[in-house]
């Protein structure tokens, strides 16, 4: 009953904003809106069969249980327990002074300005280059037809190739390319478990973010997450992403003490849902893991 009543004050709101615009529009948008509820109903339905369902962010687990769904509940990312292994590194590539970077196509085909972008992380690599000397690590966190880093990662290659300093990572597993993310002394990136993997290494991240995964995930480990996402649409100068990554810089000392400590809980929260799903517990006991890492 609570669900119906969510939906029905759902699709009264919805009724009443189609009213205040002409007849015309109001049609499309309500035929619209009528398509959208009835995916929306059959969702719900289909996520109450299920036994548990886990959020990895706390914005995910508020909308699905604003929703009406009981059956779930917080757990972190497992990329957090990811063990890290031997990966091929660059001669370019100083461990612990070189600052990673990944973008994806997805990022850019939904920003407003991909140009835009790009621009920004050419600005960057740019300024790393002239003020300080680190090295600059491009790195793929994602390859697929369509939808491959490298394409991308290898523009901004291509702009620095000559510079000695900037190198692009060769595709390799996620364990492999999370040891390489360990390496670096800060990391801007696009891909979800790309910055899960610098998260969970303490290394002081800035997440390009074009969801509300992003804003969840920072938000849980600092309890804002402004200075440690930018979205994409907030993006409106090429110096956007230089100057959050120069605070990164200032403040890494105690981004890193942070990202050590949440990751540290998180570990021992998997640990606890891991064995109560082997054990077949009722779940209680990752609950209150979980629970004690917000």
Known sequence: MERLSALKAFKRLHTARCLAVPCRAANAHARRYSRL?????VLLRDLTAFDRITARETQTLHALQSAGLRNVSFCPDSAFLLEPRGAEIPEVFQPHNTVGINVSPLLLRRARNAKLILGNLIALIDTIL??????????PHAVQNGNDDRDPLKELYAAFQDSGRVCLIKDQSASQLKSIIALCSSFIGARTHAVIAAYS?????LALGYSVKAKGLAEDIFGVDTPYVLPIENI???TAVTCRWIRLRIHAPEITETLRAKTAAYEDALKA??????????GK???????AVL
Do not use: W
């Open 37 to 41: 509820y009835r995916r929306r109903c």
């Open 130 to 139: 002239r003020t300080t000397d680190s090295a600059v690590a491009l790195i």
């Open 201 to 205: 290494s303490g290394v002081p991240t």
């Open 236 to 238: 409106a100068n090429e």
């Open 273 to 282: 849902f891991r064995r109560t799903l082997q054990e077949g517990k009722d």
């Open 285 to 291: 006991t990752a609950r209150n893991a979980a629970s």
